[in-house]
Protein backbone atom coordinates (compact mmCIF):
# COMPACT_ATOMS: atom_id res chain seq x y z
CA UNK A 1 0.00 0.00 0.00
CA UNK A 2 2.52 2.74 0.92
CA UNK A 3 6.45 1.74 1.47
CA UNK A 4 6.26 5.08 4.27
CA UNK A 5 5.10 3.50 7.75
CA UNK A 6 2.68 4.62 9.98
CA UNK A 7 3.93 7.04 12.63
CA UNK A 8 2.34 5.86 16.13
CA UNK A 9 3.32 8.77 18.75
CA UNK A 10 2.24 8.33 22.28
CA UNK A 11 2.60 11.36 24.67
CA UNK A 12 3.72 11.89 28.43
CA UNK A 13 2.72 8.91 31.15
CA UNK A 14 1.71 6.64 28.22
CA UNK A 15 4.66 4.52 29.38
CA UNK A 16 2.80 3.97 32.29
CA UNK A 17 0.03 2.12 30.53
CA UNK A 18 -1.38 -0.98 32.29
CA UNK A 19 -0.70 0.23 35.82
CA UNK A 20 -1.14 3.97 35.98
CA UNK A 21 -5.07 4.30 36.60
CA UNK A 22 -6.31 0.97 35.19
CA UNK A 23 -9.91 1.63 36.24
CA UNK A 24 -9.94 3.79 33.26
CA UNK A 25 -7.19 3.45 30.93
CA UNK A 26 -7.26 -0.96 31.83
CA UNK A 27 -4.61 -3.47 32.24
CA UNK A 28 -2.71 -3.46 28.67
CA UNK A 29 0.39 -2.35 28.06
CA UNK A 30 2.05 -0.02 25.75
CA UNK A 31 3.86 -2.86 24.65
CA UNK A 32 0.99 -4.90 24.01
CA UNK A 33 -0.74 -2.07 21.97
CA UNK A 34 2.45 -1.62 20.09
CA UNK A 35 2.26 -5.50 19.06
CA UNK A 36 -1.92 -5.32 17.98
CA UNK A 37 -1.21 -2.09 15.54
CA UNK A 38 1.85 -3.89 14.40
CA UNK A 39 -0.63 -7.02 13.40
CA UNK A 40 -3.54 -4.61 12.33
CA UNK A 41 -0.71 -2.09 10.08
CA UNK A 42 0.36 -5.82 8.80
CA UNK A 43 -3.37 -6.83 7.09
CA UNK A 44 -2.92 -3.45 5.04
CA UNK A 45 0.68 -4.16 3.75
CA UNK A 46 1.68 -1.09 6.25
CA UNK A 47 4.91 -1.22 8.41
CA UNK A 48 4.77 1.16 11.83
CA UNK A 49 7.19 3.44 13.93
CA UNK A 50 6.25 3.39 17.46
CA UNK A 51 7.34 5.74 19.79
CA UNK A 52 6.35 6.94 22.94
CA UNK A 53 7.86 10.03 25.32
CA UNK A 54 7.27 12.46 27.86
CA UNK A 55 8.84 15.46 26.47
CA UNK A 56 7.06 17.48 23.98
CA UNK A 57 9.54 18.42 22.26
CA UNK A 58 10.62 14.50 21.11
CA UNK A 59 7.15 14.52 20.04
CA UNK A 60 7.41 17.33 17.82
CA UNK A 61 10.07 15.83 16.20
CA UNK A 62 8.79 12.81 15.22
CA UNK A 63 5.71 14.81 13.96
CA UNK A 64 8.45 16.68 11.77
CA UNK A 65 10.02 13.61 10.65
CA UNK A 66 6.44 12.11 9.77
CA UNK A 67 6.18 14.60 7.20
CA UNK A 68 8.58 13.74 4.97
CA UNK A 69 8.92 9.62 6.66
CA UNK A 70 5.45 8.48 6.99
CA UNK A 71 2.32 7.92 4.92
CA UNK A 72 0.36 8.95 7.99
CA UNK A 73 0.39 9.54 11.80
CA UNK A 74 -1.54 7.87 14.55
CA UNK A 75 -1.25 10.30 18.15
CA UNK A 76 -2.33 10.02 21.22
CA UNK A 77 -0.83 13.25 22.78
CA UNK A 78 -1.93 12.61 26.17
CA UNK A 79 -2.03 15.44 28.28
CA UNK A 80 -0.21 17.72 25.92
CA UNK A 81 -3.69 17.52 23.83
CA UNK A 82 -5.30 19.87 26.05
CA UNK A 83 -2.34 23.04 25.92
CA UNK A 84 0.23 21.86 23.60
CA UNK A 85 0.47 24.88 20.57
CA UNK A 86 3.55 23.53 19.64
CA UNK A 87 1.84 19.75 18.68
CA UNK A 88 -0.76 21.93 17.29
CA UNK A 89 1.91 23.78 14.98
CA UNK A 90 3.31 20.30 13.98
CA UNK A 91 0.50 18.54 13.00
CA UNK A 92 -0.32 21.49 10.88
CA UNK A 93 2.34 21.46 8.31
CA UNK A 94 1.30 17.59 8.04
CA UNK A 95 0.08 16.42 4.28
CA UNK A 96 -0.73 13.28 5.50
CA UNK A 97 -3.68 11.59 7.57
CA UNK A 98 -3.71 12.36 10.93
CA UNK A 99 -5.95 10.34 13.45
CA UNK A 100 -5.87 12.00 17.14
CA UNK A 101 -6.33 8.61 19.56
CA UNK A 102 -7.63 8.52 23.40
CA UNK A 103 -8.16 5.61 24.91
CA UNK A 104 -10.73 6.85 27.37
CA UNK A 105 -14.07 8.90 26.19
CA UNK A 106 -12.08 12.76 27.25
CA UNK A 107 -15.99 14.38 26.98
CA UNK A 108 -17.05 12.43 30.35
CA UNK A 109 -14.28 13.35 32.23
CA UNK A 110 -12.93 16.88 33.36
CA UNK A 111 -14.16 19.62 31.45
CA UNK A 112 -9.93 20.64 30.95
CA UNK A 113 -9.77 17.62 28.65
CA UNK A 114 -12.85 18.87 26.53
CA UNK A 115 -10.30 20.77 24.54
CA UNK A 116 -7.88 19.58 21.97
CA UNK A 117 -5.37 21.52 20.27
CA UNK A 118 -4.51 18.18 17.98
CA UNK A 119 -8.02 17.40 16.86
CA UNK A 120 -8.32 20.50 14.15
CA UNK A 121 -5.62 19.12 12.51
CA UNK A 122 -6.63 15.47 12.39
CA UNK A 123 -8.56 13.84 9.71
CA UNK A 124 -10.50 11.46 12.69
CA UNK A 125 -10.61 11.29 16.25
CA UNK A 126 -11.25 7.89 18.64
CA UNK A 127 -11.95 8.68 22.01
CA UNK A 128 -13.31 6.19 24.11
CA UNK A 129 -12.66 3.00 22.29
CA UNK A 130 -9.76 1.41 24.76
CA UNK A 131 -6.47 0.68 23.33
CA UNK A 132 -8.98 -0.84 19.96
CA UNK A 133 -8.94 2.93 18.89
CA UNK A 134 -5.32 2.60 17.77
CA UNK A 135 -6.09 -0.20 15.80
CA UNK A 136 -8.99 1.81 14.21
CA UNK A 137 -6.38 4.69 14.40
CA UNK A 138 -4.01 2.45 11.81
CA UNK A 139 -7.93 1.86 9.43
CA UNK A 140 -8.32 4.95 9.01
CA UNK A 141 -4.79 5.73 7.81
CA UNK A 142 -5.38 2.46 5.38
CA UNK A 143 -8.47 3.75 4.16
CA UNK A 144 -7.48 7.74 3.82
CA UNK A 145 -4.68 6.26 1.97
CA UNK A 146 -6.77 3.93 -0.21
CA UNK A 147 -8.82 7.31 -1.09
CA UNK A 148 -5.96 9.03 -2.02
CA UNK A 149 -4.58 5.84 -4.23
CA UNK A 150 -7.58 5.66 -6.28
CA UNK A 151 -7.99 9.24 -7.16
CA UNK A 152 -4.59 9.32 -8.36
CA UNK A 153 -5.32 6.09 -10.75
CA UNK A 154 -8.48 7.55 -12.21
Not at 41 to 54: H, I, K, P, T, Y
Request: aromatic share 6%; net charge negative.
Amino acid sequence: MSELPIFVLNGPNLNTLGTRKPEIYGHTTLADVEANVRAKASEFGLDVVFEQSNYEGQIVEWIQRARTEACGIVINPAALTHYSIAVHDALEMCEIPIVEVHISNVHKRESFRHVSFVSPQATAVIAGAGVLGYELGVQVVANELNKTSSKSTS
